[in-house]
């Protein structure tokens, strides 16, 4: 069972707003981790949209498809994206990694050990 929203915003505006953090904390971190993305933020939040978002909507149909997906988008980075660049949670690397098959993870344990 779903929980209730009580957002004054409709899920496509927190969606969109998720994957554009999500997007931009993982170009963020490559960055950080020296590593080279060839695709620009708008390619990264399309393949979001289309794989991640596409998956939920897909399965569960647009309404609890499009809250799924939101909510997983808000899992995948740090709850502080309004006040401070946006960072990726362990789960959004590990998701990100799955996405576009980077070595994320594997450089930030290299980097913090």
Known sequence: MMAVNHSCLPVE????????ALAQGYLNTCKNLGITVSATLDELQMTIALELEGFYVRRHGPDAGM???CTMLG??????LLTAPPRLTQFGVTMMDELFCS??????RITLH
């Open 13 to 20: 505006v927190r969606t969109a707003v998720y994957r554009r």
């Open 67 to 69: 809250e799924m997906a």
């Open 75 to 80: 899992d995948m980075v740090e709850p502080d």
């Open 103 to 108: 070595q994320l993870a594997a450089a930030s």
